[in-house]
């Protein structure tokens, strides 16, 4: 069925031929069929990462069998959701491994992005916690693990579904004892505090996350809320409880008129949620929703941005050019283009995948509306910053990086041609966010 | 299958009347904003050289040429099509830059001049965006940005043919717009005022004058936000809305009173 699809920006729509996979025999079965084509979970992914105009788009979500638990790792289908997940494994006292900042995201697409989470600088991104997992190649399926096949396996992790379709996926989760989180909050006047802070004890913490004001005058440039937080264990809490985090979702009913959200009402924002913020708040018990998914309590937070949408921006550099954060702070602030609240967070060490976005050192995420004129040029003078770091941008997040800038971002960009190659030799999976920034050829 | 980003900027780009000082502003625009293969179609080869040139000179990576004769509308969808393959991938943007001003007071008694006036600022465009949306639709995604004019809003007595013709091709253009809804194509037009080019040169320059760089900022804007229909500059919506209701008596005075 031809449908229109579009990322969660709302900026880039894209008319395919939607197919339902059911099994894995689906998969090798559209394979066969030599169209070219890309798999699709949730479309959180910002741009036009799940998307290939006039091609076919293979739904995953049929591929939503969750096994039982065994010694702490499930086996689930790439189509089942991060949510559907918790629901099934918290009730028993598991938790994922790594979640994004929804929990309605495939576990293909956490695969497929290498996400992370608020825990990366202890834990690593997803794919450190994959012990195997399902791919299907044009040139047939193959079961993959760091020790099977570890160049695919690793050439997968982060390569946006280029490699092929994961089915399924067998997963370590996290041993927790009740659903709730203990959370330590403190606000900061300045980035260099809050990032001094981060540097010196973030290690303590198992999550630890910045929100920070990049649109704040003068001296208050940067002032950020850090919260910081574990799981909470059965003496935290009086009656201590395992359900998953509730889906009572609102929703947005209509979408926001454009140009509501300008550099006005967004400066506005900022200050109300800084000063909401506690100075300093020790032990709080908060849900696990409430910590990890905020925006998932209203289902279609996306529409806000109204009809021109969104582009979020996230980029990350390694701990020796830090200083690029100000610096592109410090660019956003004067270029006036409205941003929300920013978040920061520190990156623990690189997985060997060749196309996964985290690094050691720090990366800033900026949700910016689209319709300020500047805003193009001048997320191109961003993304020069960000090369000159040596850093890189996240492909799941991007919807409009220079391909010229790839290889500089990427430098092992070749590794992952090469295995591609080998089980794609006809560059039958693309996407557009693929043909854009020249991740595959024509 | 799309190459263009969520700012509307293209890598891969057809340019009909790709000669034109508008176009050729536009083209180094789009160089600037990372389009890199370029087709530029036009009636005289030596002012598509230099239009080459300047898109090479702003990174534009492959340039070709295709030569048409927008008096011929038979063959205008053989020229489109011979634009499209030389891209050789999937064509993000397809700009229609095609015109002519013509000279009313020696056109208006010559029925073979109202024809060729006709024929290129309508008939040609028309005949090629049958084929452009045929060929966009089939691919699931691209945009067309026309080049309207500020004339095409109400008809004036000194340049009745011109203002005719393109409002013909800017009506066909906004009912284009609707129909590509649902397809992945977008379809956009930009009506400028008057502009200082080679098509102008010596006519007197009425209030919102600019030239052809003016306009290719505003179409990046365009591409940006996704409107339909756009105006260089901006203001000219709301002069045009000024235009459109005024009584004819008044219209009359203004529009011809330096004519």
Known sequence: ?442 | MIVENAFGQPQNVVVLGGSSDIARAITKRLCAARARTFVLAGRNESLLKVATNDAVECGATMVNTVLFDAEEPKYAAATVRAAFEKVGGPVDLVVIAVGLLGVQSSDEDSADAVMRLITVNFTWPAAALAEIRRLLVAQGSGRILVISSIAAVRVRRSAYLYSSAKAGLDRMCTGLAQSLEGTGVKMQIIRPGFVRTKMSQGLAEPPFTTGASEVAEYVMRALATGDVVNWSPPILRYVAFVIEHLPAVMWRRIADSKS
């Open chain 1, 1 to 442: 069925m031809t449908e229109t699809l579009i990322g969660w920006g709302r900026r880039t729509p894209a008319v395919a031929t939607v197919r339902v996979l059911r099994s894995e025999n689906d998969v090798a079965r559209e394979l066969a069929s030599g169209e070219a084509m890309i798999a699709r979970g949730l479309g959180r992914s910002y741009g036009d990462a799940a998307q290939l105009s006039g091609g076919v788009v293979l739904a995953n979500r049929g591929l939503s069998h969750i096994g039982p638990i065994v010694e702490g790792t499930v086996t689930v289908g790439a189509g089942a959701s991060i949510d559907e997940l918790l629901a099934r494994t918290m009730p028993q006292g598991w938790f994922v491994p790594v979640t994004p900042g929804t929990r309605y995201v495939t576990i293909g697409g956490a695969v497929a992005a290498d996400v992370h989470g608020k825990n990366h600088h202890v834990d690593g991104s997803f794919a450190n916690h994959v012990r195997s997992m399902r791919l299907v190649t044009p040139e047939g399926p193959f079961q993959l693990s760091p020790h099977d096949e570890p160049e695919l396996f690793w050439a997968t992790m982060g390569a946006m579904g280029l490699t092929g379709v994961v089915t399924s996926v067998e997963l370590n989760l996290t041993r927790v004892e009740t659903n709730q989180m203990v959370v330590d909050t403190d606000r900061f006047g300045d980035l260099e505090s809050v990032m001094a802070e981060m540097r010196l004890r973030d290690r303590d913490y198992r999550y630890s996350v910045a929100w920070v004001d990049c649109m704040s005058p003068g001296t208050a440039l940067g002032r950020a809320i850090l919260t910081r937080a574990r799981h909470a264990v059965t003496n935290d809490i009086e009656r201590p409880r395992l359900d998953s985090p509730g889906s009572g979702r609102l929703a947005i009913p209509f979408r926001a008129p454009s140009g509501a959200l300008n550099a006005c009402s967004v400066r506005s924002f900022n200050e109300l949620w800084y000063r909401r913020a506690p100075r300093r708040e020790v032990g709080a018990i908060v849900p696990l929703g409430a910590f990890f998914h905020p925006l998932d309590g209203v289902r279609n937070w996306n529409l806000l941005y109204g009809k021109r949408g969104f582009v979020q921006y996230q980029f990350c550099v390694p701990e020796e050019h830090e200083d690029a954060i100000a610096l592109v702070i410090e660019r956003l602030a004067r270029s006036k283009v409205p941003s929300f609240l920013a978040v920061l967070k520190r990156f623990g060490s690189a997985n060997r995948a060749p196309l996964s976005f985290p690094l050691a050192g720090w990366t800033l995420a900026l949700d910016l509306p689209v319709g300020s004129q500047r805003l193009p040029t001048l997320l191109d003078e961003l993304d020069e910053i960000v090369v000159q770091a040596h850093g890189r941008v996240y492909f799941a997040k991007d919807s409009r990086l220079r391909p010229e800038y790839v290889p500089l971002m990427y430098p092992r960009l070749a590794e992952f041609l090469n295995v591609k190659s080998r089980v794609d030799p006809h560059t039958q999976l693309k996407s557009d966010l693929a043909r854009r920034l020249g991740l595959v050829g024509g």
